[in-house]
Nanobody, 112 residues
Framework: QLVEYGGGSVQAGGSLRLSCVASGPIHSVNVMGWYRQASGNKRNLDAI??????TYVDSVRGRFTISRDSAKNMVYLQMNNLNPGDTAVYYC?????????WGQGTLVTVSS
């Protein structure tokens, strides 16, 4: 089970930090990530993190930072310099073995 929190409303240029906690059996080899889904759009990747490091899509590189605390089974997304285009529901994901798990999502709204 994945639970996200930390979403909310912020003005353009502001920052938010999303958190996600995973519970249940966690394999030592896994990939955690953050995706977003804007209204009427498909779910798109923002960033992933594994033991090999972090990867970002171009639109968030330099503004967002993904990090994790494996001991706590948590992953974070620090979002800086937000703009209205970042408005979306943000989902945490956990990929391990052959399964992908999703959280329920947390809404981020950025006003101009």
């Amino acid at each position: 089970q994945l639970v996200e929190y930390g979403g909310g409303s912020v003005q353009a240029g502001g920052s938010l930090r999303l958190s996600c906690v995973a519970s249940g059996p966690i394999h030592s080899v896994n990939v955690m990530g953050w995706y977003r889904q804007a209204s009427g759009n498909k779910r798109n990747l923002d960033a992933i993190i594994s033991s090999a490091g972090a990867t970002y899509v171009d639109s968030v590189r330099g503004r967002f930072t993904i990090s994790r605390d494996s001991a706590k089974n948590m992953v974070y997304l620090q979002m800086n310099n937000l703009n209205p285009g970042d408005t979306a529901v943000y989902y945490c994901s956990l990929a391990q073995r052959t399964e992908v798990y999703w959280g329920q999502g947390t809404l981020v709204t950025v006003s101009s």
